[in-house]
Structure formats: structure tokens, C-alpha cells
């Protein structure tokens, strides 16, 4: 079926339910594909045939299809709200004297980079610049992975989001690369708490477990100008427009890894992924949407929540571009 006209009156419209079983259908793996990530050790339990899909409406409505309320780790995903948690509490425009915004061009868990730049992370979305924003949440609030569990709770409006406790310690058990790109960090003068807790606080924040429609609906203020999703706790004023807008244009450049490039090209959409198989990618002024498999190509970005995100945006028009 074809959405080439979108009704004006309404952000999504009714037929995106038969679209999105429709991306189901096509796009959920038949065997395993791709690969899951040898660092983080429990998300090879994930089931390798899951997929699911969300659109939440800024308008209020949450539609899915497949495995949408199944949760899976959002890992760096996660650290798109972390950033949205920092920039709130960042009256004084300190956390950008700590962190560029540019896309890295390197790996996501690289060293090379952070050592020939003096310490200066490239973007907020690099391991390295998570830490550093860890860091800073760390210096202004008492619980830092808790501030930002709860955060999520409250966008989401589902009491059901947590940490998966035993998934970070063995995460945390095995964290040697993060672990050396802390110390990095630290020796440059650019992180101010000790190493071991900011690790422990920014590993219990990728460990949060969600479904696709908690993630959709509680990525909606980027959607929104800022504004939180109606019926979510968070309605009411999430982050300022300026901020909002900048996160954005962040998960464009910098949001999907070493392949910011090719998903603009192929979805042209703000996204940020995370190698637990998690998408979630903003259309503005419509919808978040929220998509979710396994299976992992060579950049760290779920092979099937990228095809359907690329269809989606090709059967309704809503790329950016
Ligand atoms: N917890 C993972 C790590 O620090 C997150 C990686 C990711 O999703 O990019 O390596």
C-alpha cells in the first residue's frame, strides 16, 4: 500500500497500522542475520527472529505491530536522554566547553581519536562523550543512572522501564575499553568524578530495558519541539525548543554510529541506535518512532530496523529531506 498523501488534519494517519504489519511482515528475520556484540555479553540472549515497531503520535496515539512491547536494552540509545538530562541542568552552557559535535568518523568505542584530540570527545554520542556526560550528571544530581531511569519512566509514562541489573554487571564485569577510555579521559582533565563511577553509572544507564512503544513515546518531545507527549508524565515542557532542536541535528550527524551517512541517505531521519537492535528515529512535528531486532550489521545498526525505517520513510514521505 501507498501513503503518498498525508491527510493535513492529522499527524499520523489510521493507515499506519496495516503499514507497520506490513514492515512486519516483510522485514522480520526468518533466521538469524547480522551479529550481536561480543562487549556486551547478555544481549546475546535476545531472541535473533524479534521485531518490533512503534509510531507514537504528537497528537497522542501509539501505534505498533510485531514485538513491540517485548523490552531489550537500549544501550547507547540511552544516551540521547542522558544528553537531553544534561542540557537541562546545563544553565551555565558548561558541558560544550567538554564535548564537540562532530561526527567522529571512527568507531564508536575508539581510543585512537580521544588521545590525538586531547581528551576532547567528538560528540555526546561516542562512548567517550557519554562518559563525559555521565560524568557531568554525576556532578549534579545524586544518582545519576537514576535520575535517568526515571526520566525515562516519566516520558514514557510506564513504571515498567528498569535497569537490568544482572546485564550491567556483566557488562561492567568485562568493560575494559570504556574502562581505558575513562582513564583517557580522566588523565586530560575531563572527567571529575572517579572513573569507577561514572563507568558504573553510564553501564547502568545502557542497561535500561524498554519496549518499543515506551521508547516511541517517550522520544516524542523530540518530535514536539520539547514539549512532552500528551499523557506521558513528562507533558508540559521536556527540554527547550533550542535544545531539542540541537539533539536532533546531533542524531543526524552523529546518531547511528560510523554510518550517520548511509542511514541519512536511506532513512533521512534523526536517529540513534544502540547494539542492543534498538532504532529510534524522529520525524519532526509528527511522530517518534521506535523500532527494535537484534541482528546487528558491521556498523553496530540493527539490519532489519533500518530496511523498515528506510520503507517507512519511502511509502509515507516522512524523511526530512
Ligand atoms: N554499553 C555499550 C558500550 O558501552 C553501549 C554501546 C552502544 O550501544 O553503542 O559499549
Known sequence: MSLAVVPEHSAVPQEIAALLDDLVAKHRPSSPVG?????????????????????????????????????FSIQSISKLFSLALALGN????????????????????????????QGIPRNPFINAGALVVTDFLVECLDDASGAVLAFLRALSGSERVTVDGDAAATELASSARNCALANFLADFGNLHNPVDAV???????????????ELARAGLFLANGGAGGRGSRGAG??????????????MLTCGMYDAAGEFAYRVGLPGKSGVGGGILAVVPGRCAVSVWSPGLDAKGNSIAGTAALAELTSRTGWSIF
Open 199 to 213: 563507568l558504573e553509572h553510564y553501564i547502568r544507564h545502557c542497561s535500561i530495558t524498554m519496549s518499543c512503544r
Open 35 to 71: 551479529r550481536v556484540p561480543p562487549a556486551v555479553p547478555h544481549l546475546a540472549d535476545a531472541d535473533p527472529l524479534g521485531f518490533g515497531i512503534a509510531v507514537a503520535s504528537v497528537d497522542g496515539a501509539v501505534t505498533s505491530a510485531g514485538d513491540a512491547d517485548a523490552p
Open 237 to 250: 515542557g521536556v527540554l527547550s525548543a533550542a535544545d531539542t532542536k540541537r539533539i536532533n541535528s546531533i
Open 90 to 117: 546545563d544553565s551555565g552552557g558548561m558541558l560544550w566547553n567538554r564535548v564537540l559535535r562532530e561526527p567522529s568518523g571512527t568507531a564508536f568505542n575508539s581510543l585512537v581519536q580521544l588521545e590525538a584530540e
